[in-house]
């Protein structure tokens, strides 16, 4: 009885032991390596990651061949600063002063090339176009005759759209001379035109020094005198010729 219990256990033992061919042909993982399952789920989150990373990629790249593309913002004009501003000369002046310095010019040419009998005029200075010095000879027939009456004429930037400031510089007794030897003459006031150079101003003061115009008089004194006493009027221009000829 005792060996025949034996030899049962035995063929049960033997029985567990036996594996089944499909159980045989499966390779045991080895030590490190991942179950079928495991590979499969690991195979599925890397293409998860990969296809989540070539999105990104794709999305950065795109970003920046459109920021590529996109022209950047012009730069702001800087502001002019103030001392630049101000230094600045504004066209209109700057026109003006070269046609007023082309313009006496030609009349200084005027001047040398056929002066006015009796007259002359030229700059007082060679840095300074705009002042001239200037000197009549007294008509001949006149009270004035033989005498030299110098002049300073002072032309604006304006030139010849405004006319020069005229005056005397040595004594003149005139009706038409204020007593600060300034003037009083249509053609370089109310009257003036840009077609008036400087040889007509000195003939026209010229031809005034002969003929005067006692009803506009800027000497009251000369006016009256010239009306109501020519002979004492001729007497008084005389001495002054004679005292213009003493330097």
């Given amino acids: 009885m005792d060996a025949a219990a034996g030899d049962a256990g035995v063929a049960e033992t033997q029985k567990a032991q036996v594996t089944t061919p499909a159980e045989a042909a499966a390779p045991a993982a080895a030590p490190g390596e991942t179950s079928a399952g495991d590979a499969a789920a690991n195979n599925g989150a890397a293409a998860t990651a990969s296809s989540s990373s070539s999105t990104t990629t794709t999305a950065g790249a795109a970003g920046a061949t459109a920021a590529a593309s996109t022209p950047p913002a012009p730069a702001p004009a800087p502001a002019p600063s103030a001392a630049a501003s101000s230094s600045a000369p504004k066209p209109s002046s700057a026109a003006s002063l070269t046609a007023s310095t082309q313009r006496l010019m030609t009349d200084l040419r005027e001047m040398h090339n ?20 200037a000197s009549i000879i ?12 110098g002049l300073r004429l002072h ?3 304006q030139y ?8 005397f510089t040595c004594e003149l007794f005139h009706p038409n001379v204020y007593s600060d030897g300034t003037l009083c003459l249509d053609i370089i006031q109310d009257q ?3 077609i008036y150079t400087t040889s007509t101003i000195l003939t026209s003061i010229q ?17 009256k005198l010239f009306v109501s006493e020519p002979k004492e009027y001729k007497k008084r221009v005389r001495r002054i010729a004679a005292k213009s000829l003493e330097g």
Wanted: aromatic residues 10%.
């Fill in 114 to 133: 056929e002066p006015p009998e009796g007259c002359s005029a030229a700059p007082a200075n060679e840095s300074n176009l705009y002042v001239w010095n």
């Fill in 138 to 149: 007294g008509p001949d027939e006149s009270p004035w005759e033989g005498g030299i009456y």
């Fill in 155 to 157: 032309f604006p930037e």
């Fill in 160 to 167: 010849p759209s405004k006319p020069p400031k005229v005056r």
């Fill in 192 to 194: 003036w035109s840009p």
């Fill in 207 to 223: 031809s005034l020094l002969t003929d005067p115009n006692p009803n506009s008089p800027a000497n009251p004194e000369a006016a």
